[in-house]
């Protein structure tokens, strides 16, 4: 019998060995990906127009939506349009809303521990995982649920043609949830979302992934 719980003692202990490693590889993910919902009533003669960005009163000299701008306006150009001079010389005029508002939710973990003098169950007992190097026992405490920051980092980029009564033609909203506080370094991938497969179907959510920049 001691010679099966061994057995199955290494066999546990591997595969939370493969457990934490899957772990530790998605904490440290080389891909990023966000949920897009787009709406769009693009105009079809709309290839080589110009544009300009319009900041909220709010935005105005404000050094953080400069930049968030600049990361939207490189997405822009790959869609065909051009910036124009002037906002009086731009057919369509980009909004920006942006923010990664903060909310908490439960995690459910495990606590490990092991035992290094062979048997024993303690009062939070909840799995043997055992029969380890020298006699050993890996056991798993009943779960406990701790409370985790996650962050929902948003970008919506709005266009409207001023060449018809400033007509909402665009849409597009897209959200990455994280644990870190870390908008900007964020905000380029969801620039390059909002824009993705533009300008895809009316009404549809969709994932899309990129690989993380170095």
């Given at each position: 019998?001691w010679?099966r719980l ?10 939370s ?5 899957a772990?530790?590889?998605?904490g440290?993910?080389?891909t990023?990906?966000?949920s ?11 290839q080589g127009?110009s ?5 909220a ?10 930049t968030?701008?600049?990361?939207v306006r490189?997405s ?14 731009a057919?369509?005029?980009?909004s920006i809303?942006?923010g990664?508002p903060a ?13 290094n ?5 303690g009062p939070?007992?909840?799995g043997?995982?055992?029969g380890?190097?020298g006699?050993?026992i890996?056991?798993s405490s009943h779960?406990r ?7 929902k980092n948003t970008l ?10 400033k007509?909402?033609v665009y849409?597009s909203?897209?959200?990455h949830?994280?644990?870190d ?13 909002v824009f ?7 009404g ?7 690989d993380?920049?170095?």
């Amino acid at each position: 019998m001691w010679n099966r719980l061994q057995q199955y003692g290494k066999g546990a202990w591997r595969a939370s060995l493969v457990l934490t490693a899957a772990v530790l590889v998605s904490g440290c993910a080389s891909t990023l990906s966000a949920s897009v919902t787009s709406f769009q009533q693009w105009p079809a003669n709309a290839q080589g127009a110009s544009y300009r960005i319009e900041p909220a009163p709010t935005q105005v000299n404000n050094l953080e939506f400069q930049t968030v701008a600049d990361m939207v306006r490189a997405s822009i150009g790959p869609i065909g349009l051009v910036e124009a001079p002037s906002a009086g010389a731009a057919r369509f005029v980009v909004s920006i809303e942006y923010g990664n508002p903060a909310t908490q939710t439960w995690v459910r973990t495990y606590d490990d521990y092991y035992l290094n003098d062979g048997w024993g169950f303690g009062p939070a007992f909840g799995g043997f995982y055992g029969g380890g190097w020298g006699g050993g026992i890996f056991m798993s405490s009943h779960p406990r649920d701790v409370p985790v920051t996650v962050y929902k980092n948003t970008l919506t980029v709005i266009i409207k043609d001023n060449s018809n009564n400033k007509a909402e033609v665009y849409r597009s909203s897209a959200v990455h949830n994280s644990t870190d506080d870390r908008l900007i370094q964020i905000m380029p991938y969801l620039a390059r979302a909002v824009f993705d497969d533009f300008p895809g179907n009316n009404g549809q959510t969709r994932e899309v992934t990129y690989d993380r920049m170095r």
